[in-house]
């Protein structure tokens, strides 16, 4: 079974279109993260939700609006994508939420890579 | 400004010869440290995580140590493999905040 998944795997799209990411972890986590890897492959955090909650928010574009129906559910909403968007986008999760998620041991799902053209 | 940096960028190795990967951070109050390993064109799985308290873990052929005084962590592997190839990313907890990442180390095991 897998633990953190990601929809789509790949996404190839125009500049100035609205895209989603989804992602789902069966863990019974508090916690889930956005973070993004970029050409370099650096990874740097996004978003942090705890029990639906915004903990962190990084410096990102607005255009950048993440959505969580629920605990298991973290999905990121991307609009008018622009070319420097294009990188691989993980989800992760972890046990302990309230902002002490990042105690634990983060599992991370296997990216989404995004291309804007 | 808290920053995690991994040296060197790639590392070459013969199989079966035991290796050592280095982290270093700037802020000594770090509240825990993780390593993890990334697959090319996949995700990160974790390896070891090291709790502020603790100056280091094993899991199999894996050790990792913690020296907060001194900033740094390294990643032991014994006796490597083919396997093992892989970049080897090192992230760490400043306080109670956010993961900060290191740039990796790319690991290449040579038959």
């Known amino acids: 079974d897998t633990a953190v998944s990601q929809t789509p795997k790949y996404l190839v799209t125009q500049m100035g279109n609205d895209k989603s990411i989804k992602c789902e972890q069966n863990l019974g986590h508090d916690t889930m993260y956005w973070y993004k890897q970029d050409s370099k492959k650096f990874l740097k955090i996004m978003f942090s939700y705890n029990n639906k909650e915004l903990i962190i928010n990084e410096t990102v574009p607005n255009r950048f609006s993440p959505k969580s129906p629920d605990k298991a559910h973290l999905n990121l909403h991307i609009n008018s994508l622009e070319l420097g968007d294009s990188a691989v986008y993980f989800c992760a999760s972890s046990q302990r939420g309230g902002g002490t998620g990042t105690q634990e041991t983060q599992y991370f799902g296997p990216g989404t890579r995004l291309l804007v053209l | 400004k808290q920053e995690v940096t991994q040296i060197p960028a790639a590392l070459s190795v013969p199989e079966g010869e035991n290796l050592v990967l280095n982290c270093s951070f700037t802020?000594?109050?770090?509240?825990?440290l993780q390593w993890f390993r990334q697959d090319p064109g996949k995700g990160l799985t974790s390896l070891l995580l090291i709790q502020s308290s603790q100056r280091e873990q094993t899991s199999g052929r894996l050790n990792a140590s913690l020296d907060k005084s001194s900033g740094r962590s390294t990643l032991y592997i014994a006796a490597s493999q083919p396997g093992d190839s892989a970049t080897y990313l090192c992230a760490a907890v400043f306080g109670n905040e956010k993961l900060t990442f290191g740039t990796g180390t790319r690991l290449t095991i040579i038959p």
């Open positions: 802020d000594s109050a770090i509240y825990n």
